[in-house]
T-cell receptor, first 110, second 114 residues
Framework: DAKTTQPTSMDCAEGRAANLPCNHS???????VYWYRQIHSQGPQYIIH???NNETNEMASLIITEDRKSSTLILPHATLRDTAVYYC???????????FGQGTTLQVKP | ETGVTQSPTHLIKTRGQQVTLRCSSQ?????VSWYQQALGQGPQFIFQ???????GRGNFPPRFSGLQFPNYSSELNVNALELDDSALYLC?????????????FGPGTRLLVL
């Protein structure tokens, strides 16, 4: 079973920042936070991951709270192509096993 | 484009039959993981192969089996198909067996069991 909880759905206006929250209530010290997304009819796509520091790459920023019990994925300027299901996952790095929950369906609207 | 391909894209089988799904990983990736995604659900981990050996398995019965070949291709075999096996089957390749390495997913094979 998934260990994270996310809102079922969110809307965002095109060009605005999309902030997607995730709760990691049972995360342990050696588990990383991963975010993947799945655009309709495609396989999941890696976005970003982190342990305890905030991370940024060309796709998004990841904010992890100090107690690591929650994280937020930020898409700084959402486009229509960012409409997808977003999954947050916490997993020990050496298992190779991603446990997906239901994810958050993000709808970016014009 | 992730460089991971799967075949076929769609497949229809009847209950009790056997099916083989194929995946071609990125060159240099010695790990492949397989996931099952039922409609409206997140992907569920089936198993992982690392250097041609099974390296971890999810909560799936033995009728789900796999093979990995040295040429970066792999197979998922399902025997005695059941109606509940209808799903999107995804393979993901990575450089190593850890989740620290990004997993690159293929587009999936959609299986319908009648």
């Amino acid at each position: 079973d998934a260990k994270t909880t996310q809102p079922t759905s969110m809307d965002c206006a095109e060009g605005r920042a999309a902030n997607l929250p995730c709760n990691h209530s049972t995360i342990s010290g050696n588990e990383y936070v991963y975010w993947y997304r799945q655009i309709h009819s495609q396989g999941p796509q890696y976005i970003i991951h982190g342990l305890k520091n905030n991370e940024t790459n060309e796709m998004a920023s990841l904010i992890i709270t100090e107690d690591r019990k929650s994280s937020t994925l930020i898409l700084p300027h959402a486009t229509l192509r960012d409409t997808a299901v977003y999954y947050c996952i916490d997993s020990s790095g050496n298992t190779g096993k991603l446990i997906f929950g239901q994810g958050t369906t993000l709808q970016v609207k014009p | 484009e992730t460089g991971v391909t799967q075949s076929p894209t769609h497949l229809i089988k009847t209950r009790g039959q056997q099916v083989t799904l194929r995946c071609s990983s990125q060159s240099g990736h010695n790990t492949v993981s397989w996931y099952q995604q039922a409609l409206g659900q997140g992907p569920q981990f089936i198993f992982q192969y690392y250097r041609e050996e099974e390296n971890g398995r999810g909560n799936f019965p033995p009728r789900f089996s796999g093979l990995q070949f040295p040429n970066y291709s792999s197979e998922l075999n399902v025997n005695a198909l059941e109606l509940d096996d209808s799903a999107l089957y995804l393979c993901a390749s990575s450089k190593t067996q850890t989740t620290w390495e990004t997993q690159y997913f293929g587009p999936g094979t959609r299986l319908l069991v009648l």
